[in-house]
Nanobody, 120 residues
Framework: VRLVESGGGMVQPGGSLRLSCAAS????????LSWYRQTPGKERELVAT????????YYSDSVKDRFTISRDNSMNTIYLQMNNLQPEDTAVYYC??????????????WGQGTQVTVSS
């Protein structure tokens, strides 16, 4: 399994960024995926989750109405469109996959992360 994030950078408050997560090594179209974020000294926070039918099943309250998660099964990629970014959105953003094995155990996979910095 490989998850590779891209699209991070520095933006002014009120600006926008679109993150991408290119996936490989598993059946992408049959997998739900998520975006998490983490700031120094804090636990990773679940930001958004998308199911196999391209329907967002979760947004954290802090990003609702500003962020949109989507997927393109033909490209094996999920996206996070982030609008009206605020300084508190500054974090490393990670792509996340949980796979359930035939033995009903789970394996968690993370990308390397992409830094988003919102600052004037």
């Amino acid at each position: 399994v490989r998850l590779v994030e891209s699209g991070g950078g520095m933006v002014q408050p009120g600006g926008s960024l679109r993150l991408s997560c290119a996936a490989s090594g598993f059946t992408f179209s049959r997998s739900a995926l998520s975006w998490y974020r983490q700031t120094p000294g804090k636990e990773r926070e679940l930001v958004a989750t998308i199911n196999t039918k391209d329907v967002a099943t979760y947004y954290s309250d802090s990003v609702k109405d500003r962020f949109t998660i989507s997927r393109d099964n033909s490209m094996n990629t999920i996206y996070l469109q982030m609008n009206n970014l605020q300084p508190e959105d500054t974090a490393v953003y990670y792509c996340y996959l949980r796979r359930t094995t035939i033995f009903s155990t789970t394996n968690d996979y993370w990308g390397q992360g992409t830094q988003v910095t919102v600052s004037s």
